[in-house]
């Protein structure tokens, strides 16, 4: 974003602030708006990138040997892959789960075999609902400075350079 953000103020460099930060709204309000329509649009319950990355793992844990250990951990076996995952506390001995939050071929082999939505067990923030949020501001024009409701202790502080 940064090399964007440089591209685009290119020639607004040399703008009295006031000018470049209306320039840099503008670009922001632009970009917010354009990634809001997009996330609105999403008719997964993930987002894009999320269903896209957990995708292959359902291909790839297909026929899995799971068993129960207890009532919320399992052991899996896929070939010379093996976990321990527990979908309680959505973990698993890969650490794959753990870190990423996202569910690990383990885990969804798991959900499969405990008839659980896999779903259920992905981190809230790779949602569609989590993503509208991020972007369901709006990011408003300040507006001219003789319309500008500045306090007058804002305006009583003397600021040295």
């Given at each position: 974003m940064v090399e964007s953000l440089n591209s685009i103020l290119v020639n607004a460099r040399d703008f009295p602030y006031v000018a470049l930060l209306d320039v840099i709204q503008e670009k922001m309000s632009k970009w917010w708006n354009d990634r809001r329509i997009v996330a609105m649009a999403i008719t997964t319950p993930l987002t894009p990138s999320q269903e896209s990355e957990l995708r292959p793992r359902f291909a790839q844990s297909n026929g899995w040997h799971t068993s129960q250990l207890n009532p919320v951990t399992y052991h899996v076996k896929g070939g010379e892959l093996k976990g321990v995952v527990d979908i309680f506390n959505k973990t698993c001995t890969c650490k794959e789960f753990d870190i990423d939050k996202l569910p690990c071929v383990h885990a969804v082999a798991v959900a499969h075999h405990a008839q659980v939505s896999v779903y259920s067990l992905?981190?809230?923030?790779?949602?569609?609902?989590?993503?509208?949020?991020?972007?369901?501001?709006?990011?408003?024009?300040?507006?001219?400075?003789?319309?500008?409701?500045?306090?007058?202790?804002?305006?009583?502080?003397?600021?040295?350079p």
């Amino acid at each position: 974003m940064v090399e964007s953000l440089n591209s685009i103020l290119v020639n607004a460099r040399d703008f009295p602030y006031v000018a470049l930060l209306d320039v840099i709204q503008e670009k922001m309000s632009k970009w917010w708006n354009d990634r809001r329509i997009v996330a609105m649009a999403i008719t997964t319950p993930l987002t894009p990138s999320q269903e896209s990355e957990l995708r292959p793992r359902f291909a790839q844990s297909n026929g899995w040997h799971t068993s129960q250990l207890n009532p919320v951990t399992y052991h899996v076996k896929g070939g010379e892959l093996k976990g321990v995952v527990d979908i309680f506390n959505k973990t698993c001995t890969c650490k794959e789960f753990d870190i990423d939050k996202l569910p690990c071929v383990h885990a969804v082999a798991v959900a499969h075999h405990a008839q659980v939505s896999v779903y259920s067990l992905v981190s809230p923030y790779y949602t569609k609902e989590y993503y509208v949020l991020a972007y369901g501001e709006t990011i408003y024009p300040v507006g001219s400075q003789s319309q500008w409701d500045v306090p007058n202790e804002v305006i009583a502080r003397i600021v040295l350079p």
